[in-house]
């Protein structure tokens, strides 16, 4: 057990690191399990179906980089400028979705009139703003164009409500930010089981359910670890050299063999992110940290809205893919990743060049305790 003068080193240590490798590794494996969770051509009983589990595990990426960035601009400056934040998120995320949206609308309608075509159109509103996972009926049995877009409108609406409550209830301390956490996961837990039937309407209950876990325990631990108090023992648990490894391995069983409720692959894939940020000594931290890993996580935002369209491309062009997911899945993440890397060199970086304006200023007398640039890049 680490002593606590060494714990303090170590938490002074995360506060002024201003990026983690790790963690880009972390979100090359997300999109490689996505990609090939849509390479399928149909549902696959075990692990191999389970790919959709990259999508928690960029929610848990988010809400502890995110929640992470808001805790250090507080630190730095004294309070949270809400509408720099809200820029700095519009620049990352409108200019790529809404190109990849327009192309999608101007393919489907040169298309023969369909279920799925009018379908798409009829959710257009919900898809342009951020609320497909409300209103979009997923219950069809045809092929639902743009409907990945239901995660995009998750983390969105998440970057709307929480840097509120985290400027409103950090000044009560992180003991009442994490409390706020606590009670939005119990309630999202007890609608996903139906225990809220009857007392919220059905539109509430929609809302509520939307709600990721993943996202919050990631939240939840970036709180804790913020705070003196409880990072100690957050670092006994998951700052040792064999805790990221092991708590992957914990997620990778959970996902073999699901155990229980869903929630507890959230846990274990947030920890597994809190773990891999604290120290970044060890052989799997270096390995996450590997350049070409660091190159996919880099360009993943990109890659999540171009494989749905490159999958179908190729099945298109090749119908006897869809019947071979070990050839579809890398010719689909290469391609995707090619897509990805020029977009995000010739749209994305001139664009979020002009964040640069909307960076929190540090107080003269605060100290240099964060890493808000690379941390900000989710």
């Known amino acids: 057990m680490k002593e606590p003068a060494e714990a303090g080193a170590a938490r002074r240590q995360f506060l002024t690191t201003t990026y ?3 963690l880009d590794g972390l979100r090359a494996i997300a999109i490689a399990a996505v990609v090939w969770h849509h390479s399928l051509p149909r549902a696959v009983p075990g692990w191999l179906g389970r790919g959709h589990v990259g999508v928690p595990l960029f929610f848990a990426l988010s809400g502890f980089l995110i929640t992470t960035l808001l805790l250090s601009e507080r630190r730095a400056t004294d ?100 409390g706020v956490l606590v009670a939005l996961i119990g309630l999202d837990q007890l609608a996903e089981r139906g225990l809220l ?18 996202l919050a325990l990631g939240a939840l631990l970036a709180v804790l670890t913020a705070n003196e108090r409880s990072f100690p023992w957050l670092w ?9 490894a092991g708590c992957l391995l914990v997620a990778g069983a959970l996902i073999w063999q699901p155990i229980g409720p869903s929630i507890t692959i959230d846990l274990a894939l947030a920890a597994s992110v809190a773990a891999c940020a604290f120290s970044p000594g ?67 970086s001139p664009i979020l060049a002009l964040r640069e304006r909307f960076r929190p200023t540090r107080q003269a007398t605060a100290p240099l305790t964060s890493g808000e640039r690379a941390r900000a890049e989710v």
Request: hydrophobic fraction near 50%; proline fraction near 6%; glycine fraction near 6%.
């Open 20 to 22: 983690f490798p790790a």
């Open 79 to 178: 309070s949270i400028n809400l509408g720099h934040f809200w820029i700095r998120r519009c620049l990352r995320i409108f200019p790529l979705y809404y190109a990849v949206l327009l192309l999608f609308a101007l393919s489907l309608a040169w298309r023969e009139p369909s279920d799925a075509r009018r379908h798409f159109f009829e959710n257009l509103p919900f898809y342009a703003s951020y609320t497909s996972n409300w209103f979009v009926d997923y219950g069809v049995t045809h092929p639902i164009w743009f409907g990945f877009a239901w995660s995009l409108s998750t983390e969105e609406q998440f970057y709307v409500w929480w840097p509120p409550l985290v400027r409103t209830f950090q000044r009560w301390g992180s003991w009442a930010t994490a």
């Open 197 to 214: 039937d009857g007392t919220l309407s059905s539109a509430a209950t929609r809302i509520l359910t939307s709600f990721s876990a993943a």
């Open 236 to 244: 006994r648990c998951l700052g040792g050299r064999a805790s990221a």
């Open 282 to 348: 060890d052989w799997l931290r270096r390995g996450l940290g590997a350049r070409p890993l660091v190159q996919v996580g880099r360009v993943s935002y990109g890659m999540y809205l171009f494989h749905v369209p490159v999958i179908g491309l190729l099945r298109r062009s090749m119908p006897w893919l869809s019947e071979w997911p070990t050839l579809l899945f890398p010719a689909s993440f290469l391609a995707s990743f090619a897509l990805a890397s020029l977009s995000y060199r010739h749209l994305e």
